[in-house]
């Protein structure tokens, strides 16, 4: 992976590889010399110890909080993404709420079909809106066509990374409650990974293991609280709606902002995770996809 460092007489970055061990180039700019600090060896290597520390300053309530301002202010961008992301989700919730009778295997077939389209639809989510909030991140604004772009180059892979995550926390939950939601904190960062590293399938799963260790407690407050609120404000829809069929249309929307707002805030933790352990900035990861 290429790292950037920047020239202290005009300010350009320059893109380097991350092999570089000491020594210096020149700039391609203004042609002054840039040092390469040296990275490895005793005197430079973390501890485990210093690892766990850096890893432990994940925020929950940072995280949530730059989520929410983050999609606030993407709001026209990002709902127009999601609007188009889960589009084959509302016209299929749409299509069986207009039908003339919710009949029982109508809505087992709703459930069955579902599940697995949402967590598709999820991690699709996650993988389009990464370049859009590490943009965010950088003070800059990414168009609905480059977040698009930036997700759909890499679907094949997120997809793949996706259904494996879904295997491994659904045999978690078949087993044991616990177990699953201890896998799902561990494979929260496999399609940021998956979209941003691209390792691969399973190596995305073991950077995501790597990247979590020490902070699932962090991630599992963030995804309870949202799962909190999305689920408060289904049931309250649901008390007004009760018997409607719009309240199968009305619960992909709410999916559909709160998958938004999660996909945000593993971005964003994906961000802060690197950023403690690794040193990697906003501008390291939004330049991956240019």
Same mark, same amino acid.
């Given at each position: 992976m290429?790292?950037?460092?920047?020239?202290?007489?005009c300010?350009?970055?320059?893109r380097?590889?991350?092999?570089?061990?000491g020594?210096?180039?020149?700039?391609s700019e203004?042609g002054?010399?840039?040092?390469i600090?040296r990275?490895?060896?005793?005197?430079?290597?973390?501890?485990a110890?210093?690892a766990?520390k850096?890893q432990?300053?994940?925020?929950?309530?940072?995280?949530?909080?730059r989520?929410v301002?983050?999609v606030g202010?993407?709001?026209?961008s990002?709902g127009i993404?999601?609007l188009?992301i889960?589009s084959?989700?509302?016209?299929?919730a749409?299509?069986?709420?207009?039908q003339?009778q919710l009949?029982?295997?109508?809505i087992?077939?709703y459930? &069955? /079909?579902s599940?697995?389209?949402g +967590?598709?639809?999820d991690?699709?989510?996650?993988?389009?809106v990464c370049? =859009? #909030?590490? @943009?965010?991140?950088?003070?800059?604004?990414?168009?609905?066509g480059?977040?698009l772009s930036?997700?759909?180059t890499r679907?094949?892979g997120?997809?793949?990374?996706?259904?494996l995550?879904?295997i491994c926390?659904?045999?978690g939950l078949?087993a044991?409650i616990?177990? &699953? /939601?201890i896998v799902?904190?561990? +494979?929260?960062f496999?399609?940021?990974?998956?979209?941003?590293?691209?390792? =691969? #399938?399973? @190596?995305s799963?073991?950077?995501?293991y790597a990247?979590?260790?020490?902070i699932?407690l962090q991630i599992?407050?963030?995804l309870f609280a949202?799962?909190i609120?999305?689920?408060?404000?289904?049931r309250g829809?649901q008390?007004?709606l009760e018997g409607s069929p719009?309240i199968?249309f009305?619960?992909?929307?709410?999916s559909?902002?709160f998958?938004?707002?999660?996909a945000?805030?593993?971005a964003?933790?994906y961000?802060?995770?690197?950023?403690?352990?690794e040193?990697?900035?906003a501008?390291?990861?939004?330049?991956?996809f240019?």
């Amino acid at each position: 992976m290429a790292i950037r460092i920047e020239c202290e007489e005009c300010g350009h970055r320059e893109r380097v590889d991350d092999d570089l061990d000491g020594g210096s180039i020149d700039c391609s700019e203004c042609g002054a010399e840039i040092e390469i600090e040296r990275r490895r060896g005793p005197q430079k290597r973390r501890s485990a110890t210093e690892a766990w520390k850096s890893q432990s300053r994940l925020e929950a309530g940072s995280v949530l909080s730059r989520a929410v301002s983050t999609v606030g202010a993407n709001l026209v961008s990002f709902g127009i993404l999601a609007l188009i992301i889960y589009s084959p989700f509302l016209l299929f919730a749409g299509w069986v709420a207009m039908q003339p009778q919710l009949t029982e295997e109508l809505i087992l077939i709703y459930v &069955g /079909v579902s599940i697995p389209l949402g +967590l598709l639809l999820d991690n699709l989510m996650v993988s389009t809106v990464c370049y =859009g #909030v590490f @943009e965010q991140l950088r003070g800059k604004h990414a168009s609905v066509g480059d977040c698009l772009s930036a997700g759909l180059t890499r679907l094949p892979g997120v997809l793949a990374v996706g259904v494996l995550v879904f295997i491994c926390v659904l045999a978690g939950l078949v087993a044991c409650i616990i177990p &699953g /939601v201890i896998v799902a904190c561990m +494979l929260w960062f496999a399609v940021p990974a998956a979209t941003v590293e691209r390792p =691969g #399938v399973i @190596e995305s799963l073991k950077r995501s293991y790597a990247l979590t260790n020490g902070i699932k407690l962090q991630i599992f407050g963030i995804l309870f609280a949202i799962n909190i609120v999305e689920n408060m404000l289904d049931r309250g829809i649901q008390a007004v709606l009760e018997g409607s069929p719009v309240i199968l249309f009305t619960g992909v929307v709410t999916s559909m902002i709160f998958g938004l707002v999660r996909a945000t805030a593993a971005a964003i933790a994906y961000h802060d995770a690197r950023a403690g352990t690794e040193g990697v900035t906003a501008d390291d990861l939004a330049e991956v996809f240019e």
